[in-house]
Each structure stands twice: as C-alpha cells, then as structure tokens.
C-alpha cells in the first residue's frame, strides 16, 4: 500500500549551513521517492549584523519568513536548527519532526591555542550568545569576551583576520560544513553546557496537513526527540525566550535522561552560575516535557530568572 510521493516544496534561508540543512532533508525525501525543491529566502537575522541578536527580538527573526512562505502555500515544509527555533511557535504551525541529532557541544576554534586552558590571561574571545559569555566568564573570568556575529565562515574570517585570540562555536555547524578540522578543542558537556536543541535538525510545517506529516514520519529520531523536548521545556518555563543566559542539556542513561541545566547572571561581571539538574525514565513527549520543567523550577527557586524581554 505504497502511498502516492507528492512533491515537496523547502523553506530555507540561504546561509551555506542552512542550506546544507535543506539539502539534506532533500535528500531524505528524494530517497524516499518524492519530487522535492528549496525556495531561499534572507531572514531579518541574517540582515542585521551589527547588533546582538538579544537587543533586536531574538532568534525568532530566523524563521518568521519562512513561515510567511508555508502561510502563503509557497512552500511546504520549513527546516531549522532547533536552536534557533522559539520554543512555542505561532498559531497555526507545528513542529513535525526532530532528525537524529549531530554533536550538540560546542568547539573552541583558534589558530594559536589548542584549548581554552592554554589562552594567555585577559585574551580576547569572540561570541554573542549570551549563554557561552555566561559560561566562559564562569571558566574564565580574565577573559574578554566579544561580540561576534554573522553566519560561521564570517565568523572563521573573523578570527582569522586577527580579532580574536579564540571564538567559541557550535561543534554540529562545523562538522556539517566540512569544517571540523578547524575544531582545536570540544568542550565537555559539564564544563560548556550546550543550549537546548544544539545540534538538532527541526521541520516545521503548517498545522492541518497530516499527509504531509506522514511524510515526514520517516526522517523522525525518537530519541533526539524527547532528549530536545526535555531541554527546551527548561527555556519555555523560563520564559520562552532563546536568548537567554541559559543552557540545558540531556543525555541518556539507559532508560532515564538525565537533565542539567545552568543560568547565568546576564548583565554583570558576577561568575556565579547557577545549576540544577534531574532525572527519570522518560519514554513519550509528555513526560520529558515534565522533566524540563522540574529542572527549571529547580533553577527559579535557586535564584534563576524569568526571561522579561519577549524572543
Ligand atoms: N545561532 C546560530 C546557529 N544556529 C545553529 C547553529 C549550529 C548548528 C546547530 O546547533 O544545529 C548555529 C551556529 C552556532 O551556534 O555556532
């Protein structure tokens, strides 16, 4: 009972990473029999570049017009790194699938220094997440950190050219673009807790297409699902903002996931971090949702704040 494949249509911005993200989800579809194409198209976050991505409404600018594309029928199916995707999406929309997760930890990339450890005291550091300015202040308070924006070879070049001593990044962005070789160090998930959903692929659609979601069915990894459903319901109780000073992180152990995630003042030179953690068996969405909201309550009431600022 073979199932007519229907053509498919992409939603994707037009960085090389998202690009290499489409087209492997193209590539899935095709090897399951269906016509498919991208529409590119540029977010407001990849036009504004000059400003940290927190002060201007966060990470949502990232697929706001991708959206308007499924709106309009110009497109079916829209695939985003996680990450960057708000943690409740508007009306209307649905998330459909998580693929198989890449490496969620992040990567220390320097011409000069093997490892954060061997940075001379107060080097320059290059990054605009505010959960790794957290994170490294906590690591190293000597260093000074940077601002760094702009899609990953902007970033190389960056630093490449001389600007920093070292940039903190996204391991799974590298090794996606065959540029993992540029990787001197991945941090230990305990020392530079990943964000919530690092490394994993989403697809998000229009609500009310079931032939659609059966489609996409296949491309689905249970296990990377209820991990990154657990971390993100930290950052949904937290106030639903992705920019946020916060990590949360899950890995397995047998059948429980275990949670941790951390907080970190945003706008003072303090170091303190605040951690909190849990586990338990989690075996469908509902309960790992459950478990992310444990470990937050774990971090409000250990001093932790609601995120204010909408994102
Ligand atoms: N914020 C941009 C972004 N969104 C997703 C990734 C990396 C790939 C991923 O996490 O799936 C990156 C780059 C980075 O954080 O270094």
Same mark, same amino acid.
């Given at each position: 009972?073979?199932?007519?494949?229907?053509?498919?249509?992409?939603?994707?911005?037009?960085?090389?990473?998202?690009?290499?993200?489409?087209?492997?989800?193209?590539?899935?579809?095709?090897?399951?029999?269906?016509?498919?194409?991208?529409?590119?198209?540029?977010?407001?976050?990849?036009?504004?570049?000059?400003?940290?991505?927190?002060?201007?409404?966060?990470?949502?600018?990232?697929?706001?017009?991708?959206?308007?594309?499924?709106?309009?029928?110009?497109?079916?199916?829209?695939?985003?790194?996680?990450?960057?995707?708000?943690?409740?999406?508007?009306?209307?929309?649905?998330?459909?699938?998580?693929?198989?997760?890449?490496?969620?930890?992040?990567?220390?990339?320097?011409?000069?220094?093997?490892?954060?450890?061997?940075?001379?005291?107060?080097?320059?550091?290059?990054?605009?997440?505010?959960?790794?300015?957290?994170?490294?202040?906590?690591?190293?308070?000597?260093?000074?950190?940077?601002?760094?924006?702009?899609?990953?070879?902007?970033?190389?070049?960056?630093?490449?050219?001389?600007?920093?001593?070292?940039?903190?990044?996204?391991?799974?962005?590298?090794?996606?673009?065959?540029?993992?070789?540029?990787?001197?160090?991945?941090?230990?998930?305990?020392?530079?807790?990943?964000?919530?959903?690092?490394? =994993?692929?989403?697809?998000?659609?229009?609500?009310?297409?079931?032939?659609?979601?059966?489609?996409? =069915?296949?491309?689905?990894?249970?296990?990377?699902?209820?991990?990154?459903?657990?971390?993100?319901?930290?950052?949904?109780?937290?106030?639903?903002?992705?920019?946020?000073?916060?990590?949360?992180?899950?890995?397995?152990?047998?059948?429980?996931?275990?949670?941790?995630?951390?907080?970190?003042?945003?706008?003072?030179?303090?170091?303190?971090?605040?951690?909190?953690?849990?586990?338990?068996?989690?075996?469908?969405?509902?309960?790992?949702?459950?478990?992310?909201?444990?470990?937050?309550?774990?971090?409000?009431?250990?001093?932790?704040?609601?995120?204010?600022?909408?994102?």
């Amino acid at each position: 009972m073979s199932k007519p494949a229907f053509p498919i249509v992409i939603a994707t911005r037009e960085s090389r990473l998202a690009l290499w993200q489409a087209e492997h989800v193209k590539a899935r579809l095709q090897a399951l029999g269906h016509p498919v194409t991208l529409l590119g198209m540029t977010t407001k976050g990849d036009q504004i570049l000059d400003r940290s991505l927190s002060k201007v409404g966060g990470k949502g600018l990232f697929v706001k017009e991708l959206e308007v594309a499924l709106e309009e029928g110009r497109a079916d199916i829209a695939v985003h790194s996680l990450k960057d995707v708000p943690m409740d999406l508007p009306e209307g929309f649905e998330l459909a699938c998580v693929m198989e997760r890449e490496d969620p930890r992040d990567a220390f990339v320097s011409p000069q220094y093997a490892s954060l450890q061997d940075l001379p005291e107060g080097a320059v550091v290059g990054t605009s997440s505010l959960r790794r300015t957290v994170l490294l202040r906590a690591l190293r308070p000597d260093l000074r950190i940077e601002p760094l924006r702009g899609n990953l070879d902007t970033r190389l070049k960056k630093l490449d050219d001389g600007h920093y001593a070292g940039i903190v990044l996204a391991a799974a962005g590298l090794k996606r673009l065959g540029l993992g070789a540029r990787v001197r160090h991945e941090f230990a998930p305990d020392s530079m807790l990943p964000a919530a959903g690092q490394g =994993a692929l989403g697809i998000e659609i229009r609500s009310g297409r079931p032939e659609l979601r059966a489609a996409l =069915a296949p491309l689905a990894d249970h296990t990377s699902w209820l991990t990154v459903t657990a971390e993100r319901a930290v950052s949904r109780t937290m106030g639903g903002s992705c920019s946020m000073p916060l990590a949360a992180h899950g890995q397995w152990q047998g059948d429980e996931l275990v949670l941790h995630a951390a907080w970190g003042e945003p706008d003072s030179a303090s170091t303190a971090l605040i951690r909190a953690s849990s586990r338990r068996p989690v075996a469908d969405l509902a309960s790992a949702a459950d478990l992310g909201e444990e470990v937050a309550e774990l971090l409000l009431a250990a001093g932790a704040r609601r995120a204010t600022i909408n994102g």
